[in-house]
């Protein structure tokens, strides 16, 4: 019996995903096992394994898609089977219907190289294209009618509508420059290359952010000397305390998870017409990943020992690294934390993460001099620069919290012994 593969929901807060890339095709045999496709939310990428065996009858969505989750996108079953039932209820390209199935998979299979050279992606008087090829088009000005269908079913898709713009860049090319040694030099100058969807989304958060908000950035630096001699104490013996790789950002994130509870304003949302007050510390962890910059939450960080804190934040770091971290845990904080010490800014304005109120961008150290009896001494200063949302707080009240925070980290062996 044929059976349809949905797409999955991954995380409460997800309405749909893209499908980056399918690994079958119509007609291929599938194992119980077998990736079927790649797709993504705005924050990670996941694979779907075949849950049955069986030949692929039917794919639903192409690449570029995004699918609403819990919508059918392929169908396995077994040659020969009715399969209409499915293709009539999916519907793809913002509600038209998916491109009809054929009934025998391997005469379908077979037929594809054919509808690739000389196929037609006009279904009567409706083109077919998928939401991502006809968003380039649209961009570029292209006429979709001049495009050759490669997908499934002769509808166009994105790499159809990437060739109709290359062809007609270097139709421009060779009529606007008749000298053929200089054309190649011009034409490769340059690349186009489509924006990830995670990039849009970072671009599309970071400019709300931006517009949004009254922000603000105030820096401070402090004597680093006592977490600089407390780092050299716990890595020497973390091995036979059975600690974790303690690092000053680690250090830093425990220190702000139990000054932050002292100035509700900054552990909170702002919502427009009310403030939102949390009782814990949900913090934020900016992190570098090769798809963009995600930020996993460690949630209840004010509950947790710095070792905890630790192995928590090493743990998210290498889920959002590998592209597996769960979207309910790059959501839900009520205060964010970004180290760029470690590329050795010296000061940087962070990008407040909405609805959050502020944001602590941690600096590198430097050699500074202080006055000490009348002599001018040197010591190493670790600065940090304070993002704030003016509407939900003022200057002092945000500069009240930083300065806490820094004499807090001056004496961190106090703080370890609350």
């Given amino acids: 019996m044929a059976t349809a593969v949905i797409m999955p929901r991954q995380g409460q807060s997800v309405e749909s995903c893209i499908i980056t890339k399918w690994n079958k095709n119509v007609g291929d045999s599938v194992a119980e096992g ?162 990830p969807n995670i990039r849009k989304v970072i671009a599309k958060s970071m400019h709300a952010s931006l517009s949004e908000m009254a922000q603000l950035t105030h820096s401070f630096s402090f004597d680093a000397t006592q977490i600089i001699a407390y780092r050299k104490i716990v890595k020497e013996n973390a091995e036979k305390l059975g600690l974790a790789n303690i690092t000053f950002n680690d250090i830093i994130l425990f220190a702000v998870s139990r000054v932050i509870l002292g100035h509700k304003d900054l552990n909170a949302h702002f919502l427009g017409d009310k403030m939102r007050y949390f009782t814990d510390v949900n913090l934020g962890m900016a992190v570098d990943t090769p798809r963009g910059l995600l930020v996993p939450t460690i949630f209840g960080a004010n509950k947790m020992s710095l070792n905890e804190i630790a192995i928590a934040a090493k743990d998210l770091a290498k889920q959002a690294q590998e592209g597996t971290i769960s979207p309910d845990l790059l959501s839900g904080a009520s205060f964010t934390v970004s180290n760029l010490g470690t590329f050795g800014v010296e000061h940087f304005t962070p990008v407040i993460n909405p609805p959050q109120t502020g944001i602590l961008g941690v600096n590198n150290i430097q050699t500074k001099l202080k006055m ?8 190493q200063a670790m600065g940090i620069s304070l993002t704030y949302d003016h509407r939900a707080l003022d200057g002092a009240p945000a500069s009240r919290f930083a300065q806490e925070l820094c004499k807090t980290l001056e004496n961190f062996m106090a703080l370890l012994a609350k």
């Fill in 34 to 195: 077998d990736v079927l496709f790649s797709y993504e939310t705005d924050k990670a990428s996941f694979e779907e394994e075949a849950k049955v065996a069986g030949t692929l009858l039917a794919i639903l969505a192409e690449e570029g898609d995004d699918v609403p989750c819990l919508e059918n996108v392929c169908v396995i079953g077994q040659p020969g089977e009715d399969i209409s039932g499915f293709a009539a209820a999916a519907t793809v390209d913002g509600g038209e219907e998916a491109a009809p199935a054929a009934q025998e998979a391997p005469a379908q299979a077979a037929a594809a190289p054919a509808v690739a050279a000389t196929g037609s992606a006009k279904d009567g008087d409706r083109i077919k294209i998928s939401p991502r090829a006809r968003g380039i088009a649209e961009n570029q000005s292209l006429d979709i009618t001049k495009a050759v269908p490669t997908g499934p079913n002769g509808r166009i898709i994105e790499r159809d509508i990437l060739e109709l713009s290359k062809l007609g860049a270097d139709a421009m090319v060779s009529a606007a420059a008749p000298a053929a040694t200089e054309a190649p030099a011009a034409a490769a100058a340059y690349e186009d290359v489509a924006l």
């Fill in 372 to 379: 000490v009896d009348g002599e001018a001494v040197p010591y």
